[in-house]
């Protein structure tokens, strides 16, 4: 599950609900991953972000995420 919410120009974030329950928040800048909501718990994991066509492909240390720009963007 996931939901967006969106300020326009593309920024955006993106909250995911894990598994487990616990949420995840992915923020956009201009239609740009720039990073996500890591903490000391976390351990700091690091963040990367590709992007092939119109999916962009994250990872926040051992965790995935496929968004489509869609869900970043609207439409």
Known sequence: DFGVAR???????VVVTRPDGTKRAIFFRQGIPTGADTSEADGYP???ADKERDLH???VGPERYEIP???VLGG
């Open 69 to 71: 720009d869609a869900v």
């Open 7 to 13: 300020a326009g120009g593309g920024y955006a974030t």
């Open 46 to 48: 690091q963040f990367h």
């Open 57 to 59: 492909l994250i990872r």
